[in-house]
């Protein structure tokens, strides 16, 4: 990866961090889920996917399915940088109004299917890239999960029958930020050690830096990792990446800060100086 390349993904991740802050208010949104994947969602927009706002009904496009549709903040983040939506939509944010809300909806150009209940997308993205392979096209399909999703079964079935039928052309990704909506998932379900899990089901897997926009490069541009099973990434994570008054904080999954708080913290973006933060955090029982 170029030092400009390297630059330009770095400027764009701050922007979409920029967007994520200004989501959490006047209802909130889930921060600090979000904050931990806009470096891959940035990345896999801008430099890896076939996927344009020129394009999206193209059968030929590549697929992204955002299966932690709770992180739709970095993915509207991202969709606003790069031109597939409009900046002024992001103000309607859970507003009757429009479709900007705390999971995807398809009325939004570039969300290829909604997702809030978790673990269902892995078996629709593989649903779309045996479609691909049956029409003999090259598309590469996506599906990004939790590491506290991997709790749900579906996601091991939908590996299951992708092993079985050798899908290569299907890649699961996992934002491992360690932790499940308030709990770290280590105290919770324990997932570790995680790759060996992905290999027994019939993975071929690797495991990176989920920042590190080098290693991301790395990574995808080597997929499919082999010629008769689907890939797996396991991308390490920071809950709250950037913002060091939550980062790895179990009770900063979802924030809904007052409108001061949101100032600070888009300034403690630049800094990186934490600051104090008085709102309420939400507790999950």
Same mark, same amino acid.
């Given at each position: 990866?170029?030092?400009?390349? =390297? ?7 701050? /922007? ?6 200004r989501l959490s208010t006047d209802g909130g949104c889930f921060t600090g ?12 927009? *801008? ?17 992204? #399915?955002?299966? /932690?549709?709770?992180?739709?903040? +970095?993915?509207?983040?991202? #969709? ?5 939506? $409009?900046?002024? &939509?992001?103000? =309607? ?21 909604? *997702? ?8 629709? !993205? ?6 691909? &392979?049956?029409?003999? =096209? +090259?598309?590469?399909?996506? %599906? ?9 079964? @579906? %996601?091991?079935? *939908?590996?299951?029958? +992708? ?10 990704? %996992? $934002?491992?930020?360690?932790?499940? +909506?308030?709990? !770290?998932?280590? $105290? ?11 290999? !027994? ?16 490069? $790395?990574?995808?541009? !080597? ?57 309420? @955090?939400?507790?999950?029982?």
């Amino acid at each position: 990866m170029t030092p400009e390349t =390297q630059q330009k993904l770095e400027k764009m991740a701050l /922007k979409v961090r920029e967007h994520i802050v200004r989501l959490s208010t006047d209802g909130g949104c889930f921060t600090g889920a979000s904050l931990s994947c806009a470096d891959l969602l940035v990345y896999l927009y *801008s430099e890896f996917l076939n996927v344009r706002p020129d394009n999206l009904q193209d059968p030929t496009r590549d697929y992204l #399915f955002l299966s /932690k549709g709770h992180d739709v903040p +970095a993915l509207y983040g991202t #969709f606003v940088e790069l031109g597939f939506l $409009d900046k002024v &939509r992001l103000d =309607q944010h859970l507003s009757t109004d429009d479709h900007i809300y705390w999971h995807p909806n398809r009325h939004v150009p570039g969300v290829e299917f909604h *997702s809030g209940s978790l673990g269902h997308l892995p078996s629709v !993205a593989l649903g779309v890239a045996m479609d691909c &392979r049956m029409r003999g =096209q +090259a598309n590469k399909v996506i %599906v990004i999960t939790g590491d506290g999703e991997l709790n749900e079964g @579906t %996601v091991w079935e *939908s590996l299951l029958v +992708a092993s079985a039928h050798k899908i290569n052309n299907l890649t699961l990704v %996992v $934002d491992r930020n360690h932790f499940q +909506a308030n709990v !770290a998932t280590e $105290d919770l379900i324990p997932l570790e050690p995680m790759a060996p899990k992905f290999e !027994a089901f019939g993975c071929e897997v690797r495991r990176i830096d989920g920042h590190d926009f080098a290693q991301l490069e $790395d990574a995808f541009s !080597a997929l499919p990792f082999s010629g008769s099973k689907p890939s797996v990434i396991i991308c390490d994570t920071v809950r709250g990446r950037g913002l060091p008054s939550i980062e790895a904080r179990a009770d900063r999954w979802f924030c809904n800060f007052s409108s001061e708080e949101v100032e600070e913290l888009l300034r403690e973006l630049h800094s990186q100086v934490a600051t104090t933060l008085t709102s309420e @955090t939400l507790t999950v029982r």
